[in-house]
C-alpha cells in the first residue's frame, strides 16, 4: 500500500504521542561537549575540572565510578522496539527480512519521500542530545537478532528503489538457508541443511555493511545498539541511501552469524559524545563509518582492546571478509562436494 504525505502526517502524530517523546519537549541543550569515553580525563581534556564532576555526581569516593554510572544511565535502553515505527511486529520482522512495500515498492510507485517522513521524524528522537534510547530487537519472534553471538549485526542489499543496483562493494559467497527457517521457511532435519552458493560474478551488485558492540552490557556501543541499528537499517540503508531486498534466501538484516558468507562488509558505528551543563550529563548520539575500512577490521580492533572476544573477531574476518573463492571451497569440501583448500 502506497502511503502518502497526509497518512504518515497523522501517523507520525500517533507514534509521537504513544511511544517516543514529543521534541518540543526537548529543550536546546547548551554545555560542555565531551566527545569520545566516558572518562575523567577525557571530561577534563574538554574542560570540565574534576572539582566540578564532583559536584555533580554527589561527592563520589571514586570520582570515574561514579561518571561511567552516570554515562551509562545517559545511554540506558527505555523504549521497546516495537514501538519505534508502531506498524506492528509483523511489519518489524517482514522489513528485516526485505519484504513489505517499504522494500518491495520502487520510487515510481512509492515514493520514498512518503517513507522518510516518517523515519526521518523517528530519527530525530533516537539521535542527536538527550534521545530516546531503543532495546535491541530480538525475540521468538523477531529472530533475526536473537542472541547475536559475534557482537555485531549487518544489512545486505541487491537492488535500490529506483530499479537499479546498489553500490557494489561485495560477492555473495554462500548462504546457509537453513539458519533462518521463520525468513526462508525452510527447516534443517537431520542431516538436511539447505545452503545455496553464488558464483559471483561481475554483473553482481551488493552492498553490505554491519557494527559491532563490546561485551559489556553496560558499554556505550552495547547500550545503545537498538539505535545503531535503526538508523543502519532504516535511515542510512533505506531512506539515505535507498538500498532494498535482500540476497535471494537471506534475511536483509539479521546477526552476523545469520546473514551471507560475503567478501566485504562495510563498518558503520555510534559516535559517543556527551554534554555536561554543569549539573547533568546528557548523551548526544550520532553516527557514521568506523576509522577502519571494514567489520572485520573493526571488530580485530576491538578484539586487540579485550571488548569483544577473539573468536568473535576471527569468524567475522572469515565470514565478512574473505575472497568467495576461499569461502565457497571451504564450505563445499566440508559438504564433502570438493577437496579441502590448501
Same mark, same amino acid.
Given at each position: 500500500?502506497?502511503?502518502?504525505?497526509?497518512?504518515?502526517? *497523522?501517523?507520525?502524530?500517533?507514534?509521537?504521542?504513544?511511544?517516543?517523546?514529543?521534541?518540543?519537549?526537548?529543550?536546546?541543550?547548551?554545555?560542555?561537549?565531551?566527545?569520545?569515553?566516558?572518562?575523567?580525563?577525557?571530561?577534563?581534556?574538554?574542560?570540565?575540572?574534576? *572539582?566540578?564532576?564532583?559536584?555533580?555526581?554527589?561527592?563520589?569516593?571514586?570520582?570515574?565510578?561514579?561518571?561511567?554510572?552516570?554515562?551509562?544511565? *545517559?545511554?540506558?535502553?527505555?523504549? %521497546?522496539?516495537? @514501538?519505534?515505527?508502531?506498524?506492528?511486529?509483523?511489519?518489524?520482522?517482514? #522489513?528485516?527480512?526485505? $519484504?513489505?512495500?517499504?522494500?518491495?515498492?520502487?520510487? $515510481?510507485?512509492?515514493?520514498?519521500?512518503?517513507?522518510?517522513? +516518517?523515519?526521518?521524524?523517528?530519527?530525530?528522537?533516537?539521535?542527536?542530545?538527550?534521545?530516546? &534510547?531503543?532495546?535491541?530487537?530480538?525475540?521468538?519472534? +523477531?529472530?533475526?537478532? @536473537?542472541?547475536?553471538?559475534? @557482537?555485531?549485526?549487518?544489512?545486505?542489499?541487491?537492488?535500490?528503489?529506483?530499479?537499479?543496483?546498489? $553500490?557494489?562493494?561485495?560477492?555473495?559467497?554462500?548462504?546457509?538457508?537453513?539458519?533462518?527457517?521463520?525468513?526462508?521457511?525452510?527447516?534443517?532435519? !537431520?542431516?538436511?541443511?539447505?545452503?545455496?552458493?553464488?558464483?559471483?560474478?561481475? %554483473?553482481?551488485?551488493? #552492498?553490505?555493511?554491519?557494527?559491532?558492540?563490546?561485551?559489556?552490557?553496560?558499554?556505550?556501543?552495547?547500550?545503545?545498539?537498538?539505535?545503531?541499528?535503526?538508523?543502519?537499517?532504516?535511515?542510512?540503508?533505506?531512506?539515505?541511501?535507498?538500498?532494498?531486498?535482500?540476497?535471494? !534466501?537471506?534475511?536483509?538484516?539479521?546477526?552476523?552469524?545469520?546473514?551471507?558468507?560475503?567478501?566485504?562488509?562495510?563498518? &558503520?558505528?555510534?559516535?559517543? /559524545?556527551?554534554? #555536561?551543563?554543569?549539573?547533568?550529563? /546528557?548523551?548526544?548520539?550520532? #553516527?557514521?563509518?568506523?576509522?577502519?575500512?571494514? +567489520?572485520?577490521?573493526?571488530?580485530?580492533?576491538?578484539?586487540?582492546?579485550?571488548?569483544?572476544?577473539?573468536? =568473535?573477531?576471527?569468524? =567475522? =574476518?572469515?565470514?565478512?571478509?574473505?575472497?568467495?573463492?576461499?569461502?565457497?571451497?571451504?564450505? +563445499? *569440501?566440508?559438504?564433502?562436494?570438493?577437496?579441502?583448500? $590448501?
Amino acid at each position: 500500500m502506497k502511503f502518502t504525505a497526509i497518512t504518515l502526517s *497523522a501517523f507520525i502524530t500517533s507514534v509521537t504521542a504513544t511511544t517516543i517523546r514529543k521534541r518540543e519537549g526537548r529543550k536546546l541543550q547548551t554545555g560542555t561537549a565531551v566527545e569520545g569515553p566516558c572518562t575523567v580525563e577525557n571530561f577534563n581534556a574538554a574542560g570540565v575540572t574534576s *572539582a566540578q564532576l564532583t559536584t555533580a555526581l554527589g561527592n563520589p569516593a571514586d570520582l570515574q565510578e561514579a561518571l561511567t554510572a552516570a554515562c551509562a544511565e *545517559a545511554a540506558e535502553p527505555t523504549i %521497546d522496539w516495537y @514501538n519505534v515505527i508502531h506498524k506492528g511486529r509483523q511489519f518489524d520482522k517482514n #522489513f528485516m527480512d526485505g $519484504e513489505t512495500d517499504w522494500n518491495e515498492m520502487f520510487n $515510481e510507485d512509492s515514493p520514498i519521500e512518503d517513507i522518510a517522513l +516518517l523515519v526521518d521524524h523517528v530519527y530525530d528522537e533516537v539521535s542527536g542530545v538527550d534521545p530516546a &534510547v531503543l532495546h535491541f530487537p530480538g525475540d521468538d519472534y +523477531l529472530t533475526n537478532f @536473537n542472541n547475536c553471538a559475534m @557482537n555485531s549485526a549487518t544489512c545486505c542489499y541487491v537492488a535500490n528503489r529506483d530499479g537499479g543496483d546498489p $553500490e557494489d562493494i561485495s560477492d555473495i559467497c554462500v548462504i546457509e538457508n537453513w539458519k533462518n527457517p521463520r525468513t526462508t521457511h525452510i527447516a534443517s532435519g !537431520g542431516h538436511f541443511s539447505p545452503y545455496t552458493v553464488y558464483m559471483a560474478n561481475d %554483473d553482481d551488485a551488493a #552492498f553490505c555493511q554491519g557494527f559491532a558492540w563490546d561485551d559489556a552490557e553496560d558499554s556505550f556501543s552495547n547500550l545503545v545498539k537498538g539505535n545503531t541499528l535503526f538508523w543502519m537499517a532504516f535511515k542510512d540503508g533505506l531512506v539515505d541511501k535507498q538500498y532494498v531486498r535482500p540476497p535471494p !534466501g537471506s534475511p536483509m538484516c539479521g546477526c552476523t552469524e545469520l546473514m551471507p558468507k560475503v567478501s566485504h562488509t562495510d563498518c &558503520v558505528e555510534a559516535k559517543e /559524545k556527551y554534554i #555536561f551543563d554543569g549539573s547533568e550529563i /546528557k548523551l548526544d548520539l550520532s #553516527f557514521g563509518s568506523c576509522t577502519e575500512d571494514s +567489520l572485520a577490521s573493526h571488530m580485530k580492533t576491538l578484539s586487540d582492546e579485550g571488548t569483544v572476544s577473539a573468536a =568473535a573477531a576471527d569468524v =567475522a =574476518a572469515w565470514r565478512t571478509e574473505t575472497s568467495c573463492d576461499i569461502q565457497t571451497s571451504e564450505f +563445499l *569440501a566440508e559438504k564433502g562436494w570438493g577437496p579441502k583448500p $590448501e
